[in-house]
């Protein structure tokens, strides 16, 4: 057997590892919405194939909401959107941690990751990027780090949050992927008016990734820890 033949036949048993093993996926959004933006077309695929997602959102924005809306729209909001993606809603965690503040409450945050990793031993994380400059962002990223140092971990992407992004690992999605995607982030009816929930945006930044993976759609990760 050559060297070549030999390495192929191991890339794909270590591809068959990923798909088996990694069923048990938790997804960390700083806020309601962050998950959807970053990884909703992947979550979506996750589920159709019979993967467990699980998902945590460690502020509602409550200060930030448009005048417009009751203070707490965010926690009915993406309740909707995560069910939108296939989410069992008891797979759904809620903190009331106060806007672009987390990191006042580094401690009790990583307290909380320590025993949601109890609780549900995930075989693989999503979480921001550490190259992530929003506050409360770095901050779910950094404790997201010491809190899963023995799980594999993949940072999704933010692009108007990112200084650089290493586009290290890409899930291909499909049609039916990014339009459960979109759907989900139109219940964030506060949210509308921002320019990275737009469908021309979402299709268009799935399409750039989909080149780069050689897929019609995809999204973007940054591998932060791979255990295998």
């Known amino acids: 057997m050559s060297k070549q033949f030999a390495l192929i036949i191991l890339i ?14 938790l997804v960390l959004a700083p806020h309601t919405d962050d998950g959807e933006l970053g990884a909703g077309g ?12 699980y998902y945590v959102a460690f502020s509602t924005a409550e200060e930030s909401v448009p005048e417009n809306f009751p203070k707490n ?4 909001e993406v309740k909707v959107a995560t069910k939108t993606l296939g989410i069992n809603e008891n797979n759904l965690i809620i903190f009331g941690h106060e806007v672009r503040k987390l990191n ?3 401690q009790e945050i990583l307290e909380s990751l320590i025993k949601i990793k109890k609780d549900i031993c995930p075989d693989l994380v999503l979480m921001p990027s550490p190259h992530d400059i929003h506050q409360d962002h770095v901050t779910i990223a950094q404790e997201g780090l010491r809190a899963f140092k023995d799980t594999s971990i993949l940072g999704y992407e933010l692009l108007w949050n990112n200084l650089s992004f290493d586009t290290t690992c890409f899930v291909k999605l499909e049609e039916k992927n990014i339009e459960a995607k979109y759907n989900a982030l139109q219940a964030y009816k506060s949210q509308a008016g921002r320019d990275y929930m737009s469908k021309e945006f979402i299709y268009a930044h799935s399409l750039t990734r989909g080149v780069q993976a050689r897929s019609k759609y995809a999204e973007a990760f940054e591998v932060l820890r791979w255990i295998i």
């Open 73 to 76: 729209i965010l926690s009915d």
């Open 42 to 53: 992947s979550i979506h695929r996750f589920i159709s194939e019979g993967k467990e997602v």
């Open 12 to 25: 794909i048993f270590v591809t068959k590892i990923f798909v088996i093993n990694k069923n048990k996926i």
């Open 104 to 106: 006042y409450f580094r």
